[in-house]
T-cell receptor, first 112, second 110 residues
Framework: DTAVSQTPKYLVTQMGNDKSIKCEQN?????MYWYKQDSKKFLKIMFS???????INETVPNRFSPKSPDKAHLNLHINSLELGDSAVYFCASSLRQGFGYTFGSGTRLTVV | KNEVEQSPQNLTAQEGEFITINCSYS?????LHWLQQHPGGGIVSLFMLSSGKKKHGRLIATINIQEKHSSLHITASHPRDSAVYIC????????????FGTGTSLTVIP
């Protein structure tokens, strides 16, 4: 019944590895987002997709690549992980762009 | 331009107290969103408003567009209200993207 689900919830990995975080929403929303929450609890937009099309791509290293196979899924792939990538990553969706959000429970990524 | 400021940053209150958390922004917005992040990390949408006032249970959100300011009030606070409260705004001229404040960490003591 979870509206926006992210997997995994926790991810610990070594520097240099490549990892993916998956996100799925069953709300029928058109728009999905990835946010990064840093150690100071500040949420920053990374990407936004509307109906599988990229609409927002903030200044994020190109090691981060989002993939949206359909409008219910937005996955985040990270290449060559660095220590500074350690953070909590939140997926969210909205009925349409900018109109209310439903957040996933977050993925805590720790790079060692 | 995209600064969203919240105050206070940290707040400790006794159970039963009336709590106010403030959010201010610098330019015109089309909507403002209040969110609650639980200690476990989950984020819940509380209110989205563009004018006036909204109420849900013990929570009240107000916005003054002219003064570029919004407040979130909690009446009869309870320890389960302990969370981080985040304000986010959608600016008029930057499309539909929300910009988030740094949050207010609230602790309600029994």
């Amino acid at each position: 019944d979870t509206a926006v689900s992210q997997t995994p919830k926790y991810l610990v990995t070594q520097m240099g590895n490549d990892k993916s975080i998956k996100c799925e929403q069953n709300l029928g929303h058109d728009t999905m987002y990835w946010y990064k929450q840093d150690s100071k609890k500040f949420l920053k937009i990374m990407f936004s997709y509307n109906n599988k099309e990229l609409i927002i791509n903030e200044t994020v290293p190109n090691r981060f690549s989002p993939k949206s196979p359909d409008k219910a899924h937005l996955n985040l792939h990270i290449n060559s992980l660095e220590l500074g990538d350690s953070a909590v990553y939140f997926c969210a969706s909205s009925l349409r762009q900018g109109f209310g959000y439903t957040f996933g429970s977050g993925t805590r990524l720790t790079v060692v | 331009k995209n600064e969203v400021e919240q105050s206070p940053q940290n707040l400790t209150a006794q159970e039963g107290e009336f709590i106010t958390i403030n959010c201010s922004y610098s330019v015109g917005i089309s909507a403002l969103h209040w969110l609650q992040q639980h200690p476990g990390g989950g984020i819940v949408s509380l209110f989205m408003l563009s004018s006036g006032k909204k109420k849900h249970g013990r929570l009240i959100a107000t916005i003054n567009i002219q003064e570029k300011h919004s407040s979130l009030h909690i009446t009869a606070s309870h320890p389960r209200d302990s969370a981080v409260y985040i304000c986010a705004v959608r600016y008029e001229d930057t499309g539909n993207q929300f910009y988030f404040g740094t949050g207010t960490s609230l602790t309600v003591i029994p």
